[in-house]
């Protein structure tokens, strides 16, 4: 069983950034874990927002995030990163880690198998 722990979302303006970690423990060996960011907004669904393979090598980004959030893993602290600049209102939801079945990098919630609690991240106007 693998468990994800988010931290690091908060309130902030426009324009500000944070920087979201997702620890994980348990289940197999994190650094063969392909690993993800999703969000949702209330009354929206859940969408993917950055992917991250195991070794790192390989990334990818939903289109309106690219050039301004950053995802990367520290294998050896078996945690994932989303470093989130120019955040603008509608980047406002819940942000979720997950762990992700099999071995291609993909961006479909069904693929992952093991959610975190989530952490909400607020930007204002």
């Known amino acids: 069983q693998v468990q994800l722990v988010e931290s690091g979302g908060g309130l902030v303006q426009t324009g500000d950034s944070l920087r979201l970690s997702c620890a994980a423990s348990?289940?197999?060996?994190?650094?063969?874990?392909?690993m993800g960011w999703f969000r949702q907004a209330p009354g929206k669904e859940r969408e993917f927002v950055a992917g991250?393979?195991?070794?790192?090598?390989?990334?990818d980004y939903l289109s309106s995030v690219k050039g301004r959030f950053t995802i990367a893993r520290d294998n050896a602290k078996n945690t994932v990163y989303l470093q989130m600049n120019s955040l603008k209102p509608e980047d406002t939801a819940v942000y979720y880690c997950?762990?992700?079945?099999?071995?291609?990098?993909?961006?479909?919630?069904?693929?992952?198998?093991?959610w975190g609690q989530g952490t909400q991240v607020t930007v204002s106007s």
């Open positions: 997950a762990s992700q079945r099999g071995i291609l990098l993909t961006t479909t919630p069904e693929s992952y198998a093991y």
């Open positions: 348990g289940g197999r060996t994190f650094s063969i874990t392909n």
């Open positions: 991250i393979s195991g070794s790192g090598g390989r990334t």
